[in-house]
């Protein structure tokens, strides 16, 4: 992997650059789509391509769950398996460590929604119900057949290689939004010796990245940062929690962005609502996976220049209108609303592959549209 910085903004910390995989090169900044078990949900191979969309990742945990690496390797890797055309990236199974833990527990995501203060802050020494936390890695067990697993850095860099992505990410823990800082403390010492070890165990030529904690404390991110920034990494995620507002996950980011060399690309992990993207890439980020796009389509919500349609209310039956008269995807110039109310009502699977596919187009433009405004000076 490549990494060059073309242009740098004299109004932000925004810069554009090429990253350049064995698979293709991404212009950055750049939305990286979520194709969790191998594919973006409802699309294929060549439908991806048609959206914009110049890289995505992987879950390595899933992948591991089923169909398993040995599959997948012995496919000829995930391009081959999945038939894909542009660079690839898997993540460490890291998140999982949250999702299927604290983050189950209590019922949360590391976006705080709301008043969290009803829940029990996650004390140092705890553990979640369902999965243990050591030193090592993670014992968890499988939500598809319950047996056992265990997940730890070796594993993680083991199970990604098998799977052969261009780019990996070193296996982590992300912490409740809800942990308290002695508990926040203990888990960045972890994160930073599985970093250690991830290094140590890699043998392939995929880029690695190492990953960025600390949750909400300036003084822990600003450590992690400085840590993970000395180690030998290809580049750098920034993981965990961002705060429940735009102020402090901006903020946030300042703090990491800072203390990162300036020569290797930042991937945001986990964060890109459409308002969040001009936020983020003004701060410094390259790159930023978000299942905002896709997720919201499953829900019939499609992203439009007059803003969220809800395109299961009954008003769309009586529109005949494209879903955006400005957007130039395949979706827009060759459906109508009507016809698109009908199919989620409906029930239909097509309504939710249209909305897809136009979300992802969607958002891959105004990233686009902010690369043009980094290009001329505006931002």
Not at 245 to 265: F, S, T
């Amino acid at each position: 992997m490549e990494f060059k910085i073309l242009r740098k903004s004299k109004k932000s910390n925004a810069r554009l650059g090429l990253l350049k995989t064995k698979h293709g090169v991404v212009k950055t900044p750049s939305l990286v789509s979520v194709a969790t078990q191998g594919i973006i949900k409802t699309l294929d191979s060549r439908e991806i391509l048609e959206t914009g969309s110049q890289i995505s990742i992987c879950n390595t945990f899933h992948l591991h769950l089923k169909p398993g690496e040995d599959i997948v390797q012995e496919s000829g890797g995930l391009h081959k398996f999945m038939n894909h055309f542009t660079p690839l990236m898997t993540d460490s199974g890291g998140f999982q460590v949250f999702s299927l833990g604290f983050g189950r527990d209590q019922n949360i995501s590391k976006v705080l929604k709301g008043n969290p203060g009803h829940i029990e802050i996650v004390r140092k020494g705890q553990q979640p119900r369902s999965l243990k936390i050591g030193q090592d890695g993670v014992h968890f067990r499988s939500p598809v057949d319950g047996r056992k697993l265990f997940l730890g850095p070796r594993e993680s860099i083991r199970i990604q290689e098998k799977l052969g992505a261009d780019i990996i990410f070193a296996f982590d823990e992300c912490p409740s939004p809800l942990a308290s800082k002695e508990y926040v403390e203990k888990s960045l010492e972890r994160t930073h010796s599985w970093a250690e070890s991830c290094l140590r165990a890699k043998k392939s030529k995929q880029a690695l990245f190492g990953i960025v904690q600390g949750g909400r404390y300036k003084d822990l991110r600003q450590k992690s940062a400085r840590f993970i920034s000395k180690l030998p990494f290809d580049g750098f995620g920034i993981g965990g929690e961002f705060g429940s507002n735009k102020g402090d996950m901006q903020k946030m980011i300042k703090w990491v962005i800072k203390e990162l060399p300036e020569e290797k690309p930042r991937h945001l992990l986990g964060i890109g609502y459409l308002e969040d993207l001009r936020i983020i890439i003004k701060e410094g980020v390259d790159l930023f996976d978000c299942t905002v796009p896709t997720h919201y389509a499953r829900h019939g919500i499609a992203f439009t220049s007059e803003g969220k349609l809800n395109m299961s209310q009954i008003r769309f039956l009586k529109e005949r209108t494209p879903l955006d008269g400005k957007c130039g995807c395949y979706v827009c110039k060759s459906y109508k609303r009507n016809y698109i109310c009908h199919l989620i009502k409906a029930k239909e699977i097509t309504g939710l592959k249209l909305l897809t596919f136009h979300n992802l187009y969607f958002f891959n433009k105004a990233v686009e549209k902010i690369r043009q405004e980094i290009k001329s000076g505006k931002i």
